[in-house]
């Protein structure tokens, strides 16, 4: 009987010390992303993340959107078990964009999480971290004469910083 209590009381206190799975926290993180800004609309039905029975250790939504000029985002959050994994992520994804020749610049963002940010022809990249989630959002202009601006790319980067804020309020509560 003792043992029972004793086993009782090591699951109960395994799964009260397991947070939110990473699965769980992507999620979360694709909640807190408007489904409109002023310039982007998200395309529901084009929502890709992993289902239930998917065995893996990361979460994984993708999110698309449409903006002017047939300009499209797709904002691909990945959540991991931890931050040293969430780190070789982020840092095998930057090697892969230095290797396709870009450049990254730091974002200006105040005291919110800061991105990384590189342009090339009609696309810019933008890469976040933050703990054990990181958020690449990619844009693709519709055209090599309607290039995204850097207020319409700002604005779903501001969206993503404010996703980051409150899934970090939710973690302290």
Known sequence: MKKVILLL???????????????????????????????????????????????????HVTLEYEGPDDAIAWVVIEAHPSTDAADVAYA?????????????????????????????DRATWALFISEDVVVEVDFLAGSEDALVSEDRVEELLQAVRDAYDKIEGKKVK
């Open 92 to 120: 095998k994804r930057q090697r892969d964009l230095l290797m396709q020749g870009l450049e990254f610049e730091d974002s200006r963002a105040g005291t919110q999480v800061k991105a990384e940010i590189a342009q090339k």
């Open 9 to 59: 009381f090591v699951v109960i206190f395994l799964a009260s010390a397991c947070g939110a799975s990473p699965r769980e926290t992507a999620k979360d993180f694709a909640s807190y992303l408007p489904l409109e800004t002023e310039s982007w609309e998200q395309q529901d039905n084009r929502t890709i993340q992993l289902r239930q029975n998917t065995v893996t250790s990361m979460g």
